[in-house]
């Protein structure tokens, strides 16, 4: 076994018996299960969920990922005086808390469809991976505030003014510039802006496989007719691997050059 | 033995280890000490590869550290502050740690720790359910499990009951009398004046002093380290230092 399944298995070990993941996996059953009873109807569940999800997962992924971080720091001290590359020890830990997320989200999703059943499949599929991949680049952003941030409370502020950026500003913003240019057709840049958020970019493909993209009306045509095409597809998976990938390697070179 | 020339590290405008040139030999216990602040705990990060230094070059056995991990193979450390993942329990901490070192089962040395510093009834506990004193003990088992040919250890009888502060110190005297070579990061004077051979006293970054312990005492004609080392100090203050 190498290294890097070695240190994988002790840290999902470690992380999948954390009460705040078992937390997290019980709220997304719960609530799964809730709506599930409440409407009765898959669709509805799955537009409920997707606003909770699309909210949550990246404010527990960067916040949880940066606490996490910073507790870790005196073992990962220890790891690296023992024959271990930085490399491995980096990716370890990055895959070793974004799987125990991702599995918490996709169990607690799965469990009450399973029960329940659903004819939304495809929508399903799509709502369960942006929530990996959420996570994914969530968990990179908050490595790169915990390698960058020594101190740990403004390290988890700036992390939650992340999420808050992503989450909440950013759309205002796009508010914002529609309200003030409503003259000037702002189609294809609401395109290129959207796409240069990874949460506005899952909520456009999930509420395009809904079919309840005609309810936005000529800007819902526009958009259903560049992310529907494979094209736009293809643009939009290549935004969120990006997405990935850049924190990734950005949080691996400063680990790589870190003093410990 | 651990070789470091001309060894430089600042952490933004200050200078935390100033040109620093030491030997650490092997089957002598080596005692790094000085003020908070002073760089003792960047300097042995720097031979473990934990902080890159900006300049210089550090060798052990002849062979240079830098960009190279299998080395720590023969390094036992144990850090300052211990801190392990609250969710695992000491026994998979330390399968863990022999796991890294492609180490399986357990040796009659480890099984010998684990007696010595009376561990047996906290193996199955999780790392978050132990005392401050019982994670200390896990933390030094750990440095010493593998039977390394190096030991570099941070202030490690700091929270050790007097007993097994005795049995550490035992068990350092043994691995001296192996042939290790043990670099030892402590405040306390007197007890390394009890049992380190030689003494690297390090303020403000730079080195002030690196000697057998037992010659710097007669050289200076004081009574004890400490006495000795203030000597120093003074006259350091004074400029009157050779």
Not at chain 1, 102 to 111: D, F, I, P
Not at chain 1, 116 to 125: E, I, K, M, V
Not at chain 1, 184 to 203: H, K, V
Not at chain 2, 31 to 41: C, D, H, I, M, R
Request: with cysteine; hydrophobic share 50%.
């Amino acid at each position: 076994m190498n290294l890097f399944i070695k240190i994988l298995k002790y840290e999902l070990n470690n992380i999948m018996r954390s009460k705040w993941v078992i937390a997290y996996f019980m709220f997304f059953l719960v609530i799964t299960e809730v709506l599930f009873r409440f409407s009765g109807d898959s669709s509805r569940v799955l537009v409920g969920l997707m606003n909770i999800a699309l909210l949550l997962i990246p404010l527990v992924s960067i916040i949880f990922g940066t606490i996490h971080f910073y507790n870790s720091r005196e073992f990962m001290e220890l790891l690296l005086a023992q024959p271990v590359k930085r490399n491995v020890l980096f990716s370890a830990s990055w895959l070793g808390l974004v799987l125990p997320l991702s599995l918490a989200y996709v169990m607690g999703l799965a469990l009450p469809f399973l029960l329940h059943g659903t004819s939304d499949f495809a929508p399903y599929l799509i709502l369960l991976s942006s929530g990996v991949i959420l996570s994914f680049i969530f968990v990179g952003l908050a490595f790169i505030i915990a390698l960058k941030i020594t101190e740990k409370s403004f390290g988890v502020g700036l992390a939650f003014i992340v999420w808050l950026f992503f989450g909440v500003i950013y759309d205002g913003l796009i508010m914002l510039i529609i309200w003030q240019f409503s003259d000037y057709p702002l189609e294809a840049f609401m395109i290129g802006i959207s796409s240069l958020n990874p949460i506005d970019l899952c909520r456009i493909t999930i509420m395009l496989k809904f079919d309840i993209a005609a309810l936005m009306g000529y800007t819902g045509a526009i958009f259903e007719k560049f992310f529907g095409s494979l094209f736009g597809i293809g643009i939009a998976f290549s935004m969120l691997m990006a997405w990935i990938l850049i924190p990734y390697l950005i949080a691996k070179r400063l680990f790589n050059k870190k003093d410990f | 033995m651990i070789s470091i020339k001309n060894l430089n590290k600042s952490f933004g405008k200050h200078k935390v280890l100033d040109d620093i040139n030491i030997e650490v030999n092997s089957g002598q216990i080596t005692a790094l000490a000085g003020p908070n602040g002073s760089g003792k705990t960047t300097l042995v990060k720097a031979i473990l590869g934990l902080v890159k230094p900006d300049s210089g070059q550090i060798s052990i056995d002849g062979a240079n550290i830098s960009d190279n991990s299998t080395y720590r193979e023969n390094i036992g450390y144990m850090p300052q502050i211990n801190f392990f993942p609250e969710n695992l329990s000491s026994k998979e901490i330390l399968l863990m740690i022999k796991d890294l070192r492609n180490i399986s089962g357990n040796s009659e040395f480890e099984k010998g720790l684990i007696e010595e510093f009376e561990l047996e009834p906290h193996l199955d506990k999780k790392m978050n359910n132990l005392s401050g004193g019982t994670r200390q003990k896990i933390s030094l088992v750990l440095a010493l499990m593998t039977d390394p040919k190096i030991l570099i250890l941070d202030e490690a009888s700091a929270g050790l009951d007097p007993a097994s502060a005795k049995k550490f110190k035992d068990t350092l005297r043994k691995a001296r009398n192996e042939g290790k070579t043990i670099i030892l990061i402590s405040h306390i004077l007197s007890e390394l004046e009890e049992f380190a051979d030689n003494i690297i006293f390090i303020i403000d970054g730079k080195i002030l002093v690196a000697s057998g312990i037992k010659s710097l005492i007669a050289a200076r004609g004081a009574s004890n380290l400490e006495n000795a080392l203030a000597d120093i100090i003074e006259l350091q203050k004074k400029g009157n230092l050779q």
